[in-house]
């Protein structure tokens, strides 16, 4: 048991959602977890996430669902705003921890990717920052991997966990394709206005919009704009006036944040991407997670709970296993077909907002809200 701890060392490319947390749940199963990051520390852009149920979930595996409630903003229903500013229903989301804490919670992204950051180190996590896999091969049972900084590490374990733009997916030689779906999302942190205790989502003639809390103070609002090309890349100036113009038409309440909106600094504009990788996620000692294996439109508001399941399950399975391989091949199985559900799911949710059939569309996220609330 011991010689098999000691062969017990992982590479994680990418010090993101998904590879931060897999290096906690890995470091908690006695692994001895490096993590290299190809951008500098505190990267993180200043915008928001929501974490659904199932994040929640899966950080408390983790024990960490307290601390993001505590510095997030905990929450339970999302309300329906029709087009002529009518509430059209109030959907409560399934607490999945109990009963006693919230369904979801809004956080800001620095201060997820901090209490991340802190529970990796605490657990003896090494992260280099400005540093990539350069290149791979397969020594046997091993992994040898090239860093960019010309150093070689042998280890059991690669994981690449570096986003829907992975070069790790490159150097396993594993396919992807990317689509884009003719949508940018907005999103732009304001002060919370008192009213926001959960998220709102509005429909308008041009897109949704709507307005998630994350902290006592600060909430973001959140826009889809449709009918864009790939090329349309604003100067960031134009951020915020233009994201105003585009809320002008919506209804009431979503007005009210018009005059918030000030700083193009705290506004970001983002294409919608989503892709999945169809065949193997894994070669030898080398796996993806997260985005880099699955990424969905941001619609569902649950690309990062698949990255935190994956970090967990991945901890789990390869220590229900004796073999690196064998574990990472149940890994797959068990993730594959709730990922693909997702990426589909999250695709039709936005084929349906560019047809303005809004009506049609939420049903369908509270459907696989529902699903995804489904014990991993
Ligand atoms: C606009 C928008 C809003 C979203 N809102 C939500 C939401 O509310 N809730 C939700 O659950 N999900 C949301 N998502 C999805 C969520 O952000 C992603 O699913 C999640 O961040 C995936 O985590 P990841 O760690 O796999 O990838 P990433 O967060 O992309 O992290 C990848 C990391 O790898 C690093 N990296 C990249 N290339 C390399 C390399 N070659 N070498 C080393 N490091 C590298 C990057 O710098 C980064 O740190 C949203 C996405 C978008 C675009």
């Not at 797959?332 to 799911?345: A, H």
């Amino acid at each position: 048991m011991d010689s098999d701890r000691s062969a017990r060392t992982a590479l994680i490319v990418g010090a993101g959602v998904a590879g931060l947390t897999a290096a906690t749940a890995l470091a908690r199963e006695g692994w001895q977890v490096e993590v290299v990051e190809v951008g500098p520390p505190d990267a993180t852009s200043g915008w928001g996430l929501c974490l659904t149920g199932p994040s929640l979930r899966a950080l408390d595996a983790l024990s960490l669902a307290d601390t993001c409630l505590a510095e997030g903003y905990g929450m339970s229903t999302i309300t329906h705003v029709d087009a002529h500013g009518e509430p059209v229903g109030t959907v409560r989301l399934p607490r999945l921890i109990d009963a006693r804490r919230p369904a979801m919670a809004g956080i800001a992204r620095p201060v997820l990717h901090r209490i991340l950051y802190a529970e990796a180190q605490r657990w003896g996590v090494v992260v280099r920052h400005g540093a990539t896999a350069a290149a791979m091969d397969q020594d046997g049972e091993l992994v040898r991997v090239r860093l960019s900084d010309g150093t070689v590490r042998t280890v059991a374990l690669l994981v690449g966990a570096d986003g829907i733009r992975s070069a790790t997916r490159g150097l396993l030689r594993l396919v992807s394709s990317r689509a884009f779906h003719g949508q940018m999302v907005w999103r732009a942190l304001v002060p919370r206005p008192r009213w926001a205790t959960g998220i709102h989502q509005f429909a308008g003639k041009t897109g949704t919009a709507g307005l998630v809390p994350v902290s006592k103070e600060q909430a973001y609002v959140f826009l889809t704009e449709n009918g864009v090309g790939l090329d349309g890349r604003l100067p960031e100036a134009e951020l915020a006036p233009r994201l105003r113009h585009l809320l002008e038409p919506f209804p009431a309440r979503m007005a009210e944040t018009l005059p918030l909106i000030s700083a193009s600094e705290a506004v970001v504009r983002r294409p919608v991407l989503t892709h999945f990788v169809e065949g193997a996620w894994q070669r030898g000692g080398a796996v993806l997670i997260g985005d880099a294996a699955h990424a969905p439109a941001p619609q569902m508001a649950s690309g990062a709970a698949l990255a935190i399941e994956d970090g967990l399950v991945l901890a789990r399975e390869l220590g229900r296993h004796d073999s690196v391989g064998a574990g990472l091949q149940t890994f797959v199985r068990r993730r594959r077909q709730r990922c693909r559900t997702l990426v589909e799911t999250s695709v039709r949710i936005v084929a349906l907002e560019r047809a303005r059939r809004h009506d049609e569309a939420y049903p369908l996220i509270d459907s696989c809200h529902r699903l995804m609330a489904e014990p991993v």
